[in-house]
């Protein structure tokens, strides 16, 4: 149990087109979803807070108007990358929290972003 | 925001057991330590948690310090399979908004 899928695992665009992740819930209901961005070898960064049926809550930085985050069900949350450059390119990671308990996360795949 | 403190990189051989240690010495009274671990090009995997307790599953052996203040993960045998970055995490924020904060994790490499 507690499966989040992520689509598409990767993705190539053009500079200045909009890219949307999808991040998926497959066995459990998640009202919260997470999205976290991860550069080579490096550690993961929290983006933003996602709670179905609200706004996202962004973390310091992250441009919510770049990074847009919708979770209108409680096992769908996307994340748009509008207007996408080179320096977008990264590991897009996202994870769903069970409800109750003691808020264990589970991450999807991930999605490798490239923009020429 | 509560932090930990790993070593960057770790070695074993196979077969035998791998201790990764963790600091958290700002853990407050309510936060679960979290492990979990990620291979190259996937999403991190959950691995265990615990509160104050030592605790075990199928994966892994979590050893938490009385104090609160540290915590070990163990692999009781190490296989090559188990190389990954090995990330512990202190859920983190007021109650009902609690998230993670992934600090630099440690590369466990398992030597055939």
């Known amino acids: 149990g507690a499966v989040v899928s992520q689509h598409p695992s990767w993705v190539i665009c053009k500079s200045g087109t909009s890219v949307k992740i999808e991040c998926r819930s497959l066995d459990f209901q998640a009202t919260t979803m997470f999205w976290y961005r991860q550069f080579p070898k490096k550690s993961l960064m929290l983006m933003a807070t996602s709670n179905e049926g609200s706004k996202a809550t962004y973390e310091q930085g992250v441009e919510k108007d770049k990074f847009l985050i919708n979770h209108a069900s409680l096992t769908l949350s996307t994340l748009t990358v509008t207007s996408a450059h080179p320096e977008d390119s990264s590991f897009y990671i996202c994870?769903?929290?069970?409800?109750?308990?003691?808020?264990?996360?589970?991450f999807g795949p991930g999605t490798r972003l490239t923009v020429l | 925001d509560a932090k930990t403190t790993q070593p960057n990189s770790m070695e074993s051989n196979e077969e035998e057991p791998v201790h990764l240690p963790c600091n958290h010495s700002?853990?407050?009274?309510?936060?679960?330590i979290h492990w979990y671990r990620q291979l190259p090009s996937q999403g991190p995997e959950y691995v265990i948690h615990?509160?104050?307790s030592n605790v075990n599953n199928r994966m892994a052996s979590l050893a938490i310090a009385e104090d609160r203040k540290s915590s070990t993960l163990i692999l009781h045998r190490a296989t090559l399979r188990d190389a990954a970055v090995y990330y512990c995490i202190l859920r983190s924020g007021p109650s009902g908004t609690y998230k993670y904060i992934f600090g630099t994790g440690t590369r466990l490499k398992v030597l055939a």
């Open positions: 994870s769903a929290r069970l409800a109750g308990g003691q808020y264990t996360q589970y």
């Open positions: 700002t853990i407050s009274g309510t936060d679960y």
């Open positions: 615990g509160l104050t």
